[in-house]
């Protein structure tokens, strides 16, 4: 039996509400009204946009507040997709490094790279642990730079008592296959920005119109993924594929999973997705309701994983404060030793995981006005981190497995 490198967590109700909504796609506004009311009660005083990807809305975040030449700070490690969309946008791209303990952005490296010139930061909370993030808008207040938070990965992440989004002129978080919460594609977008908001309304019905063909193939990658969230069903239709494309390229995963994004003449569209529809906000509902335990079971999984892992020699993890409230949404090791022959042994014995080496925005082919400064950190941490699975929806025997497979693997190299 093969573990996948990904699975959605979705109940039997949400498999009958799915195929139900599917077939009796009526309503919509309806949905999309409850929807929105759970999430403005989660970010009261904010002005909320559900949209069809995250990217989108960071694209339009960009247009409404910089211009052309304006330059932005980004984490070095962060999504490369980001600095592609600022570089297509005429933006200057400046990058800083990361902190070796938690690889979220380094505020003593930030401060050096702040200059008259800078107009905006953009930080990543990175595998959803939130990064320092007060100090961090202080230091956007006091020198007038607008602050947007990547929350891609930090959906109920907390610095203090308050959640990640909230700090930054803009909050932006994925619903995409692999995010909690998900929409089965989608993101959400959170400003205290009424301005902001009526530009993207405006903008998405000028731009976004109704595409049955686009609808057809994001509903037929859906249901695909779906039933690849089930082991037995992956180890049957999908395993056998990706164990053979696997051997012909290694990093098939994250073509699959990041397209796109290394791709140099590739611009990224804004309107690459269709507006959701009602089934991917059904599934959002559920899985707004369902928040808190499928946080705590990832939180369950984590400590169970680490604690029988923790003294193995060959394998680090990232270091985490213990009084942060996360999300823990994925759990990440480092691979001190051969990490190629390390992950191909695991993927060989059915735990498909996920390579974690993308985020470094120096290796792909971007505009960067500082690429000569020192990214050390970046550099050496990129090529050892490796995604394990910590789905809420995994069983005991499931992460047993994952631990013996992961002993003998390191064991052998």
């Not at 200059?115 to 930080?123: R, Y």
């Not at 007038?144 to 891609?152: N, S």
């Not at 859906?222 to 056998?240: A, D, E, G, Q, R």
Request: glycine share 4%; aromatic share 10%; proline share 3%.
């Amino acid at each position: 039996m093969a573990l996948p490198f990904f699975s959605i967590d979705l109940n039997l109700p949400d498999i009958f509400n799915l195929i139900k909504n599917i077939l009796l796609p009526n309503n919509s506004k309806k949905s999309k009204n409850e929807i929105l009311e759970i999430l403005n009660k989660r970010f009261p005083n904010k002005e909320v946009s559900l949209l069809p990807s995250a990217r989108l809305g960071f694209y339009l975040s960009l247009k409404n507040y910089f211009k052309e030449n304006d330059e932005i700070i980004f984490s070095a490690m962060s999504f490369p997709l980001y600095v592609k969309i600022a570089n297509q946008l005429n933006l200057k791209v400046k990058l800083v490094d990361v902190n070796e303990k938690d690889l979220n952005i380094s505020i003593k490296k930030l401060k050096e790279c702040i200059s008259p010139e800078t107009k905006g930061i953009v930080v990543t909370h990175l595998f959803g642990y939130p990064c320092e993030i007060a100090e961090i808008k202080q230091l956007a207040e006091e020198n007038k730079i607008v602050l947007i938070e990547d929350c891609a990965q930090s959906f109920g992440s907390y610095r203090g008592n308050l959640e990640t989004g909230n700090f930054g002129s803009v909050g932006i978080f994925s619903c995409s296959l692999v995010k909690i919460p998900t929409t089965l594609g989608g993101g959400i977008l959170i400003s205290s920005d009424k301005k902001f908001k009526i530009f993207i309304d405006k903008w998405i019905d000028e731009n976004l119109k109704s595409n049955l063909i686009m609808n057809f193939k994001l509903l037929f990658k859906n249901i695909i993924s779906i039933l690849n969230s089930f082991p037995s069903i992956y180890t049957l239709l999908s395993s056998k594929i990706f164990f053979f494309l696997n051997k012909l390229n290694p990093r098939i995963y994250r073509k699959i999973v990041y397209s796109g994004m290394g791709v140099k003449d590739k611009v990224f569209d804004p309107c690459e997705r269709p507006n959701l529809s009602k089934y991917q906000i059904e599934i959002g509902i559920s899985q707004l309701k369902r928040i808190k335990l499928m946080k705590d079971k990832r939180i369950e999984n984590s400590n169970y994983l680490k604690n029988n892992l923790i003294n193995i020699k060959g394998i680090s993890f990232l270091d985490y404060e213990k009084d942060i409230n996360w999300n823990y949404q994925y759990f990440i090791i480092k691979i001190e030793k051969d990490f190629n022959k390390f992950n191909k042994l695991i993927f060989n014995n059915g735990i498909h995981a996920m390579e974690e080496n993308v985020w470094n925005c120096l290796e792909y082919n971007y505009k960067i006005e500082n690429s000569s400064d020192d990214f050390k950190v970046t550099e050496i941490n990129n090529a050892k981190i490796l995604r394990i699975q910590n789905s809420s929806s995994l069983k005991k025997k499931d992460l047993d497995k994952i631990i013996q497979v992961i002993r003998k693997a390191i064991n052998e190299i």
